[in-house]
């Protein structure tokens, strides 16, 4: 089988089993989504240290009101 009859095949056993609405909800789940994790991390954790990051934890348990 192609890569194409497998996705056809694939789709026709989901609309069987889970109807088309639920085929779709189903697919819904899955995105390829964009963009480039690791430097994307990077840039969000490079202010942070293991030091900073146990002061911020400390710092929330001490202001529970």
Known sequence: ???????????KA???????????????QFERGEGNYTKDR???????????LIEEIKARRICRC
């Open 42 to 52: 990077e840039k969000f954790l490079e202010d942070n240290s293991v030091d900073k």
């Open 14 to 28: 989901l609309a069987e089993k889970l109807g088309v609405v639920g085929m779709v909800r189903f697919l819904q």
């Open 1 to 11: 089988m192609t890569p194409e009859d497998i996705r056809r095949e694939g789709l």
